[in-house]
């Protein structure tokens, strides 16, 4: 059963998190948000994709945030163990949203009235939000489906700022914020018999014989479904955390690898001293 986290519990809920990441530390997430206001070309470039990301993210407010967590093993702390963070941020009436998103989100069972009155404040919170859930001394791994958009919410969030203007130091964030981040859409392409990841997460489910609970488009259960199959995936013998996928978004792959490139050549090449400490991620993101 999904836990809904809104002000009155935040902290509750997070100190919860926090004292599970030490043996729980694949996080799953996924997010819900008001849809596109502007659609991207299956044939746009790169930077073009991430231009209307921007702008898509800089002109919408998050609705909710799914976690789950897992062990090593595919175990969660106890059956059916996630967490939905709704926030009180988007108002339908006044804010932009695709009405089609909004209406699929209201039959999916949100009610954004509800949010308004006793959801989380992003703004507010979102320091509290990154100390407790990102930027923790873990070996922790990020798990998504089709990412590029949660991990874009999740960065405008926690930074309290409009995303980066340039795919590159997008690109850059990420790996800062999250480490080792996988996308299960991109690493299905090179898994035999997923379709090359031209399926969605319910089809991906349904190729692996996995039946999914919870409602759909709750990000919550989004979240454990997202988890189950990365660990249904490693079970099949995939070979899905090699170098070639991890910190790797579908949608932009290519600047992703090649930012991956350059900071491993940049390592050989200006290594840091022996006694300096290489900066903490966390200390920058803190000190937004």
């Given at each position: ?27 799953a ?9 502007r ?5 746009a ?17 998050l609705?909710q ?26 108002d ?16 999916s069972g949100?009610d ?38 949660d ?38 392409r ?11 997460l ?17 990000a919550?259960?989004?979240s ?13 013998r ?26 491993r ?15 903490s991620?966390?200390?920058?993101l803190?000190a937004?």
């Amino acid at each position: 059963m999904a836990i809904n986290v809104g002000k009155a519990n935040l902290v509750e809920q997070l100190e919860l998190i926090l004292s599970l990441r030490g043996s729980y530390s694949i996080v799953a997430i996924d997010t819900e948000f008001p849809g596109f206001i502007r659609d991207t070309p299956r044939n746009a470039t790169e930077e073009e994709r991430y231009n209307d990301v921007k702008h898509n993210v800089d002109n919408m407010h998050l609705i909710q945030l799914g976690v789950a967590l897992f062990d090593e093993g595919g175990n969660t702390p106890w059956p059916g163990c996630c967490w939905q963070f709704n926030f009180s941020d988007f108002d339908p009436d006044v804010d932009t949203s695709s009405p089609d998103s909004i209406e699929l989100l209201v039959q999916s069972g949100h009610d954004f009235q509800q949010n308004r009155r006793d959801g989380i404040d992003a703004q507010r919170c979102a320091y509290l939000v990154c100390v407790k859930l990102f930027c923790q001394p873990y070996s922790s791994k990020y798990i998504t489906f089709h990412g590029l958009y949660d991990v874009a919410f999740v960065i405008k969030m926690i930074t309290r700022a409009p995303l980066p203007n340039t795919l590159n130091e997008f690109s850059d964030l990420v790996r800062t914020i999250f480490g080792q981040i996988y996308d299960l859409k991109y690493i299905s392409r090179f898994c035999c018999g997923l379709r090359r990841g031209e399926i969605g997460l319910v089809g991906l489910s349904r190729l692996l014989n996995f039946e999914p609970v919870g409602i759909r488009h709750q990000a919550a259960y989004d979240s454990l479904l997202i988890g189950a199959l990365f660990n249904k995936m490693k079970q099949r013998r995939h070979n899905i955390e090699d170098d070639r996928s991890a910190s790797v978004l579908y949608g932009i792959e290519n600047r992703c690898v090649e930012n991956r490139r350059t900071r491993r050549i940049d390592r050989r090449v200006r290594p840091y001293p022996r006694r300096q400490q290489r900066p903490s991620a966390a200390m920058g993101l803190l000190a937004l």
